[in-house]
């Protein structure tokens, strides 16, 4: 039986396992011209809906994702987590010839470094909070500057530099509780890399303008909406997200469109100390 004729990829393989997969892995599954869709290391839930398939893989193992999507003639893999992208799982892809959906090693420094990201918004004259970074044994320094923040009115954000999937941020409630907390980021941490972001706490109207990027403009998305602050008030274990939503109203993508410039993959004073992604990458903008 001949598999049936369509512009995209036959079979699709989806890395990771959380909720995001979960979703992604769904609504593939129904797109014309998909013959099955693969997910690894996927999880039960994952595993039941129709037209999926769930792998065993190690997802931080490039050359094992490799021979995955080799072995199962896959077309498109798409990396949903940061941890592989942090490893180079979607250079890997990229170098043995499959498409790949997942910024480079490189590109991906933006999500799981706090302090590369905003060394590379300073660079290209992005307007962020205030912050400085610390590193182990810097514990001074910093509650000095969470104290220095505090005289200014200004409240503070605590951020684990690095992947913590998603959990290593709290938003404090006072300079006092930044100040009992900010020591416990440094421990065991060590004195050559940063450790901890100290961040000017922001209040106000929040959205995320999320764009999928080839590396010759951007194509940007819905802006969502999360309730990070209610899932932290609740205890809720994830955030919810919707989109669109009425609070970009005056967002005009054509203008956002008409100030991108496609990057070269060399560096440069906009991309400090690595080259950007000239593949397919995503990147998160705050408006």
């Known amino acids: 039986m001949h598999e049936p004729m369509h512009e995209g990829p036959a079979r699709i393989l989806v890395l990771g396992g959380g909720g995001r997969e979960h979703a992604i892995s769904w609504k593939l599954a129904s797109e014309a011209g998909i013959v099955e869709v693969l997910v690894a290391p996927g999880s039960a839930g994952i595993a039941a809906e129709p037209g999926v398939r769930v792998l065993a893989v190690d997802p931080l193992d490039p050359g094992a994702v490799v021979a995955l999507a080799r072995a199962w003639a896959v077309g498109l893999v798409i990396v949903g987590p940061e941890a592989p992208l942090s490893v180079g799982v979607a250079d890997a892809v990229g170098a043995a010839g499959i498409a790949v959906f997942g910024p480079t090693k490189d590109a991906a420094r933006l999500e799981t470094s706090k302090t590369f990201c905003h060394d590379v918004a300073r660079a290209a004259g992005v307007r962020m909070a205030r912050a400085r970074s610390f590193a182990g044994g810097e514990t001074d320094a910093a509650l000095a500057f969470v104290k220095e923040l505090g005289k200014a009115g200004a409240g503070v954000v605590l951020k684990a530099d690095g992947l913590a999937?998603?959990?290593?941020?709290?938003?404090?409630?006072?300079?006092?509780?930044?100040?009992?907390?900010?020591?416990?980021?440094?421990?065991?941490?060590p004195a050559d890399g940063p450790a901890l972001v100290v961040e000017e706490r922001l209040t106000g109207r929040e959205a995320s303008v999320i764009a999928i990027c080839d590396g010759s403009g951007p194509w940007p998305c819905p802006p969502p909406v999360t309730t990070s602050a209610w899932a932290t008030a609740t205890r809720a274990r994830t955030p919810v997200a919707w989109a669109p939503t009425r609070r970009c109203r005056t967002w005009t993508m054509p203008a956002w469109r008409r100030s991108w410039r496609p990057s070269t993959g060399r560096s440069s004073p906009r991309w400090p100390g690595a080259a950007p992604a000239s593949g397919d990458s995503c990147m998160w903008v705050s408006c």
């Open 165 to 189: 999937a998603g959990k290593g941020v709290i938003v404090t409630e006072s300079t006092a509780q930044a100040l009992a907390l900010a020591p416990s980021f440094l421990v065991d941490r």
